[in-house]
T-cell receptor, first 118, second 113 residues
C-alpha cells in the first residue's frame, strides 16, 4: 500500500522553541495532506488540511500562527509548532490521499511524531 | 460533537474469540472507515464501506453498515494477540469536498493469549 513517513518519530524540546515535523508520501504524490493531533487515550482531532501550492485550511480553534503548515511539493508537508509550550505536547499524525491508487476516500497515515515540550 | 462514537470503549477477550465493536454517527455519510492504531503508533486503514453497501469482508474482518440506524459494526473473527490495538471509525465531514475525516473515540481491544 501507499507509504507515508514522518520525521522525527519523537522530539523533546524546551518551552519557547519551535519544532518542525515532516510528513512525506514515499511512493505517491499527494496534493492534499492532513494533520491530526492526538492526546493520550483520546481520538484524533483534525488540525488542518495541507494543500500543495496553496495555503493550508485550519479547523476551528486551531491557531494558524502557532501551527505553521507548508506543503511545498507533492510529496512533502511540514508542520512547525512555533513557540512550543507544554500544552502542545501531543502525538501529531499526518495522512495523505493517493489519488492514483484505490479509492480517493482512503487516507494513508504516517507513524506519528511524539512531541514533548519541557 | 463527535461524528462517530464507538462502543464499547474497551473490550477484553481471549485469543480465538470474536470481537465486535460498534460505531454510531449523526449525519448522512457517503462512506465509513475503520482504522486500527497500535499503542503509540500511526493508524492503519482497515476497511471502507460505502453508504450503498450493507456488509463488507476483508480477511477476518467483517464490517456492516446500517444507514437507517446510522451505525456500523466491526467484527474481528478468531482474534489473535496481535489484534490488540485501538480501533476507530471515521466518517467524512458532512458537506466537505476535500475528504476531511472525523474520528470516533475508539475502542481499545485487548486480546489475551
Amino acid at each position: 500500500g501507499a507509504v507515508v513517513s514522518q520525521h522525527p518519530s519523537w522530539v523533546i524540546c524546551k518551552s519557547g522553541t519551535s519544532v518542525k515535523i515532516e510528513c512525506r508520501s514515499l511512493d505517491f504524490q499527494a496534493t492534499t495532506m492532513f494533520w491530526y493531533r492526538q492526546f493520550p487515550k483520546q481520538s484524533l482531532m483534525l488540525m488542518a488540511t495541507s494543500n500543495e501550492g496553496s495555503k493550508a485550511t485550519y479547523e476551528q480553534g486551531v491557531e494558524k500562527d502557532k501551527f505553521l503548515i507548508n506543503h511545498a511539493s507533492l510529496t512533502l508537508s511540514t508542520l512547525t509548532v512555533t513557540s512550543a509550550h507544554p500544552e502542545d505536547s501531543s502525538f501529531y499524525i499526518c495522512s495523505a490521499r493517493d489519488l492514483g491508487r484505490g479509492s480517493p476516500d482512503t487516507q494513508y497515515f504516517g507513524p506519528g511524531t511524539r512531541l514533548t515540550v519541557l | 460533537s463527535q461524528q462517530g462514537e464507538e462502543d464499547p470503549q474497551a473490550l477484553s477477550i481471549q485469543e480465538g474469540e470474536n470481537a465486535t465493536m460498534n460505531c454510531s454517527y449523526k449525519t448522512s455519510i457517503n462512506n465509513l472507515q475503520w482504522h486500527r492504531q497500535n499503542s503509540g503508533r500511526g493508524l492503519v486503514h482497515l476497511i471502507l464501506i460505502r453508504s450503498n453497501e450493507r456488509e463488507k469482508h476483508s480477511g477476518r474482518l467483517r464490517v456492516t453498515l446500517d444507514t437507517s440506524k446510522k451505525s456500523s459494526s466491526l467484527l474481528i473473527t478468531a482474534s489473535r494477540a496481535a489484534d490488540t490495538a485501538s480501533y476507530f471509525c471515521a466518517t467524512p465531514h458532512s458537506g466537505g469536498s476535500n475528504y476531511k475525516l472525523t474520528f470516533g473515540k475508539g475502542t481499545l481491544l485487548t486480546v489475551n493469549p
